[in-house]
């Protein structure tokens, strides 16, 4: 097997060291920018720099694509034509589902099997044990061919764009908490208020895991959502009072406004018992007031 | 002890229901907009309804105003020149901290002694015994005189408007996380991957309070906040290709935006070890740039 990496930045490098030492013995790499650097490290590991993106597909068995999100496309265009027809393609970089789907569907003529793949945390520190989702028709070749070197890969059904989704809506709930919590805190300090806040909500919902929290949160708002899309409107006013914009607040009372119409409008379920009614009823509006 | 209300609605009429069985005998109240309706209630529950909002000043110990939060400083300032000087004035309505605050300034001649209440759940199952946080001059001598009645109050130190901020920013964290879920299980829907998301997050911070959940992100948002905000934005991008438009993910990202901006200029804790050093040192830049 010969891995080769287009793209050698620092995430690459890191997963080439980390499968180096792990026992890989061919890699070839291709990076637009090499620099002396760049050189360096790929030396220190043993690693070919090539010169041309053609060239890393006429010699490599698995493909990683380790660009930009916005090169991922273009780099997949430049290497399809070389690519052997037997390879597997991995595309590791930041890309929406979407754009997973356009590189799936410009390789679909080469015969390589495509992977999309989502690499789930900072990969320095873990370098090519970082945890991995992968979709599409190559990726359980890509498990089992990388699992022996110590690649932690879960593979997830439903075709390419899966593993990005499940990576993007993840950093949506988390980075989306994190911003909430910065502005609510930041509200509750101007009041001196902090541990008052979180005493409260650690009394209601201390012992729920989050997807707990979500299934009681949106079994309330098919219950009461036009009263807590307004009480929403009522707190972003207190947090602007308090000498902050209520950024989070205020798109959040946005989506409770819309899905309260929505719920006006017929699309609720009669008294829900799971998230997944709730959801699935807001699911079915029409596309012209999709939230 | 007369117990007065001024607003005798669905929620004064179900506290004075549960005071009235657990013993208090004299109550009066006024309301601008009484009905037959009103008038049976009063009379089932042997409520003395009074012509003028000064007449339940005149006659009541302890004054309760449940009226809306928009009429909750015109009823006060109506009841002021007829409240007795011992009285105890509880606003009860869902105002903001400032509101609370101009209130009880303009009470401040009287004698009276106001508290700021925040009731904390829906009034009617609970009546008289929702949990309530009180705060003000008068919140002591509420929490002795009425929880021998049953009532739960909670005082809140840090002067008046304390409460209403608790209420006010824990609405924020809870109704917010039910907008964040909502958008996020949409766009995960509308991939197909609502299972995978929601494992993803529970194996990450399943067993976290969401205090320290609070702790932990805003320690990861001292620490990487440039990145962060940047893979928010991604993410809101993602969202929007699903076919949903990001309110809370594009709001989130702006708050991301914000702090990232504060902490290149310099407000920022250096290797913050607790969540109380990044909003501390988010909370000392100018109100210029405030979020």
């Keep these: 097997m010969v891995v080769g990496f287009i793209g050698f930045g620092e995430a690459a490098f890191a997963i080439a060291s980390?499968?180096?030492e792990a026992g890989v013995e061919h890699m070839v790499a291709y990076d637009a920018f090499q620099?002396?650097?760049m050189k360096a490290r790929a030396e220190q590991i043993g690693m070919q720099l090539l010169d041309s993106v053609q060239?890393?597909?006429?010699?490599?068995?698995?493909?990683?694509?380790?660009v930009t999100p916005t090169a991922a496309l273009p780099a997949a265009a430049d290497i399809a034509p070389a690519l052997q027809s037997d390879a597997v393609y991995a595309d590791l970089n930041s890309c929406s589902p979407k754009r997973k789907q356009e590189i799936a569907a410009l390789l679909s003529n080469t015969g390589a099997r495509f992977a999309g793949v989502a690499v789930m945390s900072a990969v320095p520190p873990l370098r090519h044990r970082v945890p991995m989702l992968a979709d599409g028709p190559g990726a359980h070749l890509l498990k089992r061919w990388m699992e022996?070197?110590?690649m932690r890969i879960d593979v997830v059904e439903g075709g390419v764009g899966a593993a990005a989704a499940v990576k993007m809506c993840r950093s949506v709930i988390v980075k989306g908490i994190e911003a909430l919590f910065m502005e609510a805190l930041l509200a509750a300090s101007a009041a001196g208020v902090v541990d008052d806040v979180l005493a409260s909500v650690d009394a209601s919902f201390?012992?729920?895991t989050l997807?707990?929290?979500a299934n009681y949160l949106l079994v309330r708002n098919g219950q009461h959502g036009q009263r807590r899309a307004h009480e929403l409107l009522d707190a972003a006013e207190t947090v602007s009072s308090l000498g902050h914009t209520p950024w989070v607040t205020r798109g959040a009372a946005e989506r409770l406004?819309?899905?309260a119409a929505q719920q006006a409008r017929g699309f609720r379920a009669e008294n829900p018992?799971?998230?997944?009614?709730?959801?699935?009823?807001l699911s079915r509006t029409d596309g012209e007031s999709m939230g």
Excluded: I, K
């Design 206 to 208: 201390g012992n729920m």
């Design 273 to 281: 018992q799971s998230f997944r009614e709730v959801l699935e009823a």
């Design 211 to 213: 997807s707990e929290l």
């Design 148 to 150: 022996p070197y110590g």
């Design 55 to 66: 060239a890393v597909g006429e010699r490599a068995t698995l493909v990683f694509s380790l």
């Design 18 to 20: 980390g499968l180096r």
């Design 35 to 37: 620099n002396d650097a």
């Design 257 to 259: 406004a819309w899905s």
